[in-house]
């Protein structure tokens, strides 16, 4: 490249872009490896897909412009065949909406950024549908009123049974 820049020049453009390209793919490699890591440890659901398979289908969902229509084909693909319970379900669209949007803008095409925009909110649509789902605790007046309906229970069981 000393000897003839400008001759050498398409080969150095080459290799910077192959370094970004590169910082690309180890991203998302890395950001793939944390969500596997947080859907195991604080959601129980093992990946089972790998980190370099999940970033494949991270980079697939930004590079074809996956919109709020594939939500649910992504998060399966990433899942597989586990069948998360609502709780998880909700845990899973939470981390995997924080992943997509951790990923650097320049994996989206231009024209394909709003489809990144539909596709993060679907997914937080999906965590709030999710948590509403959840049924809430029982406050202390529901558990009061509980054990007073299985007392009434039993001494109506206990009048049929001296009857």
């Known amino acids: 490249m000393r000897k003839n820049p400008q001759r050498s020049m398409g080969r150095y453009w080459l290799t910077m872009s192959d370094a970004?390209?590169?910082?690309?793919?180890?991203?998302?490699?890395t950001l793939a490896e944390a969500l596997r890591r947080d859907l195991a440890?604080?959601?129980?659901?093992?990946?089972?897909?790998?980190?370099?398979?999940?970033?494949?289908?991270?980079?697939?969902?930004?590079?074809a412009g996956w919109g709020k229509g594939k939500a649910n084909q992504l998060i399966s693909q990433i899942v597989g065949s586990h069948k998360p319970d609502i709780e998880q379900r909700g845990g899973i669209c939470?981390?995997?909406?924080?992943?997509?949007?951790?990923?650097?803008?320049?994996?989206?095409?231009?024209?394909?950024?709003?489809?990144r925009r539909e596709l993060l909110e679907e997914l937080a649509?999906?965590?709030s549908l999710a948590h509403a789902d959840v049924p809430t605790l029982p406050t202390r007046d529901e558990i009061r009123e509980q054990e007073w309906r299985d007392q009434i229970a039993g001494l109506r069981r206990e009048a049929q049974r001296q009857a």
């Not at 390209?21 to 180890?26: D, E, I, K, P």
């Not at 604080?42 to 990946?47: E, F, R």
């Not at 939470?94 to 489809?115: G, H, I």
């Open 41 to 63: 440890e604080k959601l129980k659901v093992v990946a089972e897909p790998s980190p370099v398979e999940i970033a494949t289908v991270l980079l697939t969902a930004a590079e």
């Open 20 to 29: 970004s390209a590169f910082t690309l793919v180890r991203s998302s490699v």
């Open 94 to 115: 939470l981390f995997l909406r924080d992943t997509l949007a951790q990923l650097p803008l320049t994996l989206w095409p231009q024209d394909k950024l709003p489809a």
């Open 125 to 127: 649509r999906q965590v």
